[in-house]
């Protein structure tokens, strides 16, 4: 199983960027799809929830750690987005996609694949 992220890049403070996760090697609709940041100088345990969409095969969830966020998924691609509005600063981090299963999406450690991260800075 692969997950390739992509989309970061440097914008200014109240732009908006979408980010792209394409999932190679696993059965997409089966899998809960997560987004999470890691800012600047943090270690991995200390990734931040950002974004979460059910598998398909379940009753439909969304759900965002702020409005300003917004998950999707397309399963005809095998490709998950995230979909971010009104950025500030404290949004700069490296930005990864993964597939959950089981409970508690909002935990990292309940995530079996990582994409690698894309990197975002907002520029004040």
């Known amino acids: 199983v692969q997950l390739q992220a992509s989309g970061g890049g440097l914008v200014q403070t109240g732009d908006s960027l979408k980010l792209s996760c394409k999932v190679y090697?696993?059965?997409?609709?089966?899998?809960?799809l997560g987004w999470f940041r890691q800012a600047p100088g943090k270690e991995p345990k200390e990734r931040e929830y950002?974004?979460?969409?059910?598998?398909?095969?379940?009753?439909p969830m969304i759900d965002s750690k702020e409005g300003r966020f917004v998950i999707s998924r397309d399963d005809a691609k095998n490709t998950v987005f995230l979909q971010m509005n009104s950025l500030k600063p404290e949004d700069t981090a490296s930005y990864y996609c993964?597939?959950?299963?089981?409970?508690?999406?909002?935990?990292?450690?309940?995530?079996?694949?990582w994409g690698q991260g894309t990197l975002v800075t907002v520029s004040s």
């Open positions: 950002v974004a979460f969409a059910s598998r398909t095969d379940m009753p």
């Open positions: 090697g696993a059965n997409f609709p089966t899998w809960g």
């Open positions: 993964a597939l959950h299963r089981g409970s508690t999406y909002k935990l990292p450690i309940n995530y079996d694949y």
